[in-house]
């Protein structure tokens, strides 16, 4: 398995079409856990649309796995990636279940980060968050995002507009 970073306990990679099938279960199987604050790919026809959406060159998935036992931990993306002066993204991301609450989130997401960071060559990375997601919020100010702003109406999730707020978390300066 080719990892493009580790902490030893978690590591992250591209997903592939072969992933498919792990994925969905995981996705389905956490269905409870992510309502209503996401809709992961949970079905053959979505899981395709995914991989398709991650591969335009304004976007970047990653999945993060258990080192252990190879197992499918969770997501992230970085959408809407914007170059030049900005060089920065949205980040979003999702634990599944069994691995929800063990740390395997907050391990994946802090090496997306780094590879945001220094493979992508971004600046700047912007989570947004429903008000009501204190998982989701937890993990981002254990990471070091700040808490920026507040969007009503921001995003159309699960059949309406939610109300987020914005966090981000900037590169840290270079020598």
Known sequence: MR???????????????DDE?????????SRDLHHPWLTAPDDAERYAAYLRRIRRQDTSGFLFCDRAS????GYANIGGIVLGALRGG????????????????????????AHAF??????????N????????????RRLGFRLEG?????????????????W?????PTP
């Open 3 to 17: 990892y493009l970073r580790s902490d030893g306990r978690v590591a992250i990679r591209r997903p592939r079409a």
């Open 150 to 166: 507040f969007s009503p109406d921001y995003l159309f999730v699960d059949g309406a507009w939610r109300d987020h707020e914005r």
């Open 21 to 29: 099938t792990e994925f969905v279960a995981a996705a389905r199987r």
């Open 70 to 73: 190879g197992d499918i931990a």
């Open 129 to 140: 968050i429903q008000p009501g997601n204190a998982p989701s919020k937890r993990l981002a």
């Open 90 to 113: 949205y980040l979003g991301y999702a634990a599944f279940r069994p691995y929800a609450g063990t740390g395997h989130a907050s391990a994946g997401v802090r090496l997306v980060i």
């Open 118 to 127: 220094g493979t992508l060559g971004l600046h700047r990375l912007e989570a």
């Open 168 to 172: 981000a978390i900037t590169a840290p």
